[in-house]
């Protein structure tokens, strides 16, 4: 465009000012907005004090959550007006001056404000609020407006051409917009249905988990296909992106998709289950929380989640702790002096360390062992079953140690400490 054309464009728009400026009808249509808004807002002060219902908020009593909801409508009672109010201030000024396009327009911003308060009152969570400003709004206003049509036509003309392949900035736009709300759905959805198949109690840990991976599979699957049909793309565009994933498996995505059929392969093998104590290979441990499409999380006795490639458990050595058994065996060394009868060690360690109550008798009973005879005494080492892991909320060593300790104390058995003998020369 050449500056003399926006010269031009320029000063007719100075002129159509300057015909408002002087216009009878402008002034005419000002004023009837004016006496719409101050009649809409009068009339709002009036229904919110006499009405009982928009004047005290509800605190307690029958319906209190429907009377809630309509003290929280008082909000839209003034845009609400204002829009009657104008659709009235139309009428009345076409029937004296013959055209209310300025009147048109005010109405058209009452109802958008009356969306937009709707939009802040009634809508709580976050995402959706700010998807229904930022885009919800916009759109609204476009269509009262009457320049939707317009809009998508410019954008739908901006786009790029190879072939018979043709994008434009109009899809973009609605794919990235139906993308996000359709994997938002998406995702509450699979979020809610796995809740309800871990609830299955009547099922066994790795079937729910197993039937929970489909479901997440599945959902996402359908929230794919339905993307396409409301881009209105073909289903027979899939054969052409099967054969871009597999290129892109085969450079680029090879670790998601093996992670991907890891999970499967886990769910299906059981070698894990949610709950299982895992210590991998390079010696960090944690509670099996959650197998998910590609990663799984470990979580530790101090609180850190460890997220695991799903591809590790397959191709990597790994412990599983509590798969068949959640019985454990400890074991807890000890040292008595050289003079202490060493006869009597044993039965005295093995029925102190029976008085606990966690201490399994089955499939072993505790076991006291002399070890080696060392530098400053003798060592024992007894040996314990216990249900359960020697972490976190249980200290069975601990308390294995204070029962080995009472019992050398009551019974005058010394423990020794190091000692050396030095001569002088």
């Excluded at 201030?89 to 911003?109: D, F, H, K, P, Y």
């Excluded at 609020?129 to 759109?139: D, N, S």
């Excluded at 009973?365 to 003798?378: H, I, N, Q, T």
Aim: net charge negative.
């Amino acid at each position: 465009m050449t500056i003399e054309k926006l010269t031009e464009l320029g000063f007719s728009a100075l002129d159509t000012v300057l015909n408002w400026a002087t216009s009878p009808l402008f002034y005419a249509q000002i004023g009837a907005i004016v006496l719409a808004v101050a009649a809409a807002w009068i009339a709002t002060r009036q229904v919110k004090t006499k009405v009982s219902f928009f004047r005290d908020e509800p605190e307690e009593g029958p319906g209190l959550k429907v009377r809630k909801w309509v003290f929280a409508c008082s909000d839209l009672v003034f845009p609400l007006l204002c829009v009657l109010a104008l659709a009235i201030a139309i009428s009345a000024v076409t029937e004296i001056v013959g055209n209310a396009w300025l009147v048109r327009i005010a109405q058209s911003v009452s109802v958008v404000f009356v969306l937009y308060t709707a939009i802040r009152k009634f809508v709580t969570h976050p995402i959706v609020r700010t998807a229904c400003i930022w885009i919800g709004i916009p759109v609204a206003t476009l269509k009262v407006f009457g320049w939707l049509d317009a809009t998508v036509a410019m954008l739908d003309g901006l786009s790029l051409e190879a072939g018979n392949f043709r994008i434009s900035l109009y899809f973009l736009l609605k794919a990235a917009i139906a993308s996000g709300i359709l994997f938002w759905l998406g995702r509450l959805s699979n979020t809610a249905g796995k809740k309800v198949i871990r609830d299955q109690k009547a099922l066994d840990l790795p079937t729910r988990e197993l039937f929970a991976k489909l479901f997440e599979i599945g959902i996402f699957v359908v929230i794919f296909i339905l993307l396409l049909q409301v881009l209105g793309l073909n289903l027979t565009t899939l054969a052409v992106f099967g054969g871009a994933l597999g290129v892109g498996i085969g450079f680029g995505l090879q670790q998601i998709a093996s992670n991907f059929i890891a999970g499967i392969i886990i769910l299906l093998e059981r070698s894990l289950s949610v709950g299982d104590f895992i210590e991998l290979d390079n010696g960090k441990s944690g509670t099996l929380k959650e197998i998910s499409m590609r990663s799984s999380t470990l979580e530790t006795f101090d609180g850190k989640e460890i997220v695991v490639p799903n591809a590790d458990f397959i191709t990597t050595q790994f412990s599983n702790w509590t798969r068949d058994d959640p019985r454990q065996r400890y074991e807890v060394e000890f040292s008595v002096a050289y003079d202490t009868d060493l006869h009597k060690i044993p039965p005295i360690i093995q029925a102190a360390v029976s008085k606990h109550p966690r201490v399994l008798q089955e499939p072993e009973e505790p076991d006291c062992e002399l070890r080696k005879f060392g530098d400053s005494g003798v060592e024992f080492g007894v040996e314990f079953w216990v249900d359960g892991l020697d972490d976190g909320p249980n200290k069975f060593s601990s308390d294995v140690m204070f029962l080995v300790w009472d019992a050398l104390k009551e019974n005058g058995i010394q423990i020794p400490f190091p000692q050396r003998e030095v001569r002088m020369v």
